[in-house]
């Protein structure tokens, strides 16, 4: 952090007076995406408060007036993400009837979070086995529980009414879909050929028209 002190235009003290303008709210929210990007890099664990002080330009001390720990921190951070993203997904549901619509609508809204939300699902795929040891981590495996049965309860409800093949294994379509999305924020970048709708746009293409011409070549096996 040293270089960093030396090296930049903007020193932890033009920082610090930065933060401190404002109200407590968004002096909070500030130190929760210097953290968040800090996590996203260097994994929670490795993250001291300590860094996260220094990256804010305020003392450590100081950090505690806002947070109690660390874990307060990235509690907040994956638990606004997440509850975004299913009450996105909830909509989607609740907006049309028609599976397909649905499949297509969460697909646009889980590219479209790797943007708003690109350190917190970092964070996810990183630090995910660390940090659901814990008891106030719950939420995270219930999280996962509801979206995967949305997902799949709507991949179901396709098959049913004849719109996708039923020889293929509905929870294991969902999680294919799932790290497909959730890997691309490992290579994505903002201001590249596709955005974040042109590359939804992209998968949907793939997902439901294949990528294969002329008769299907593949059979259902086992």
Known sequence: MTTRKNSGTTTPAKRQRATSTGSASERRDHLVKLAAELFARKGFQATTVREIADEAGILSGSLYHHF???????DEVLSTFLEDLVARYRAAVDTSSDPRTVLSEMV??????????????????????????????????????????????????GQAAGQFRTDV??????????????????????G????????????????FDGLATGERTTQRTG
């Open 108 to 157: 646009r809204i889980g590219f479209g979070t790797l943007e708003p939300h690109r350190a917190a699902i970092t964070v996810m795929q990183n630090d995910w086995n660390y940090l659901r040891q814990f008891e106030r981590f719950n939420y995270l495996v219930k999280a996962e529980d509801e979206v995967e049965q949305i997902w799949v309860t709507q991949i179901k409800a």
């Open 68 to 74: 109690d720990s660390k874990e307060t921190i990235v």
């Open 192 to 207: 590249g050929r596709l955005n974040t709708n042109g590359l939804a746009q992209h998968y949907i293409t793939v997902l």
């Open 169 to 190: 294994d509905p929870k294991l379509t969902y999680r294919m879909i799932r790290d497909t999305i959730w890997v691309a924020v490992r290579w994505f970048r903002p």
